[in-house]
């Protein structure tokens, strides 16, 4: 009864270092999303995917890549971390088109590049 | 674009007291609302959902909420808060045509002391 797992859930980079974030559900849904939390801005989303092999640009989707080889799986990379980045990030899922559903979180990603 | 608005950002309330946050969003058609609490530490969790039907929501934890489609309002609602009550709770809105994004508020913290 895992939902929907993160991994990592904290990392330290360097600017201009790169990683990945992954996120697995385990909910057989077809819609992933990716935000970004920061203090005083809510919740923004960066990108989402609306089934495997899909993926969409969000509000706040410069700097991110993101790929969805497997239903179940959600990948947002970093390709050359940079200071603003430093963020907590949160990957979802949901159902039924996204809509008359609730969306189910992650536990975070807490990222800090220096 | 869809918006939402949570005009409080920091609460503070004593264990007992009631309970009220705001939120209002922005957007003509028919709307999906949604407010979720995150607590310390903890990823986002759903408190309660609105589609359609009566608009008076009652959610876990003895949590309520209002729809008042003429002020284009979600407001949040509990009778006596306790210290356990302490998270951040956020406003999220999505539209009910086709596949749209859930838009967060940006969140208000809200702190009971005992």
């Given at each position: 009864?895992a939902?929907?797992?993160?991994t990592?859930k904290?990392?330290?980079l360097?600017?201009?270092?790169?990683?990945?974030?992954?996120?697995?559900?385990?909910?057989?849904?077809?819609y992933?999303?990716?935000?970004?939390?920061?203090?005083?801005?809510?919740?923004?989303?960066?990108?989402?995917?609306?089934?495997?092999?899909t993926?969409a640009?969000g509000?706040?989707?410069?700097?991110?890549?993101?790929?969805?080889?497997?239903?179940?799986n959600?990948?947002?990379?970093?390709?050359?971390a940079?200071?603003?980045?430093?963020s907590?990030?949160?990957?979802?899922?949901?159902?039924?088109?996204?809509?008359?559903t609730?969306?189910?979180?992650?536990?975070?990603?807490?990222?800090?590049?220096? | 674009?869809?918006s939402?608005?949570?005009?409080?950002?920091?609460?503070?309330?004593?264990e007992a007291a009631?309970l009220?946050?705001g939120?209002?969003?922005?957007?003509?058609g028919?709307?999906?609302l949604f407010?979720?609490?995150?607590?310390?530490?903890?990823?986002?969790?759903?408190?309660?959902?609105?589609?359609?039907?009566?608009?008076?929501?009652?959610?876990?934890?003895?949590?309520?909420?209002?729809f008042?489609?003429?002020?284009?309002?979600?407001?949040?609602?509990?009778?006596?808060?306790?210290?356990s009550?302490?998270?951040?709770y956020?406003?999220?809105?999505?539209?009910?045509?086709?596949?749209?994004?859930?838009?967060?508020?940006?969140?208000?913290?809200?702190?009971?002391?005992?």
């Amino acid at each position: 009864n895992a939902g929907v797992t993160q991994t990592p859930k904290f990392r330290v980079l360097k600017t201009g270092q790169s990683m990945t974030l992954l996120c697995a559900q385990d909910m057989n849904h077809e819609y992933m999303y990716w935000y970004r939390q920061d203090p005083g801005m809510g919740l923004r989303l960066i990108h989402y995917s609306v089934g495997e092999g899909t993926t969409a640009k969000g509000e706040v989707p410069d700097g991110y890549n993101v790929s969805r080889l497997k239903k179940q799986n959600f990948l947002l990379g970093l390709e050359s971390a940079a200071p603003s980045q430093t963020s907590v990030y949160f990957c979802a899922s949901s159902s039924d088109r996204g809509r008359r559903t609730e969306a189910f979180f992650g536990q975070g990603t807490r990222l800090t590049v220096v | 674009a869809q918006s939402v608005s949570q005009h409080n950002h920091h609460v503070i309330l004593s264990e007992a007291a009631s309970l009220e946050l705001g939120c209002n969003y922005s957007y003509g058609g028919t709307v999906n609302l949604f407010w979720y609490v995150q607590y310390p530490g903890q990823h986002l969790q759903l408190l309660l959902k609105y589609f359609s039907g009566d608009p008076l929501v009652k959610g876990i934890k003895g949590f309520e909420a209002e729809f008042i489609k003429s002020k284009f309002s979600f407001n949040l609602r509990k009778p006596s808060v306790q210290w356990s009550d302490t998270a951040e709770y956020f406003c999220a809105v999505n539209s009910n045509t086709g596949f749209q994004k859930l838009v967060f508020g940006t969140g208000t913290r809200l702190l009971v002391s005992p």
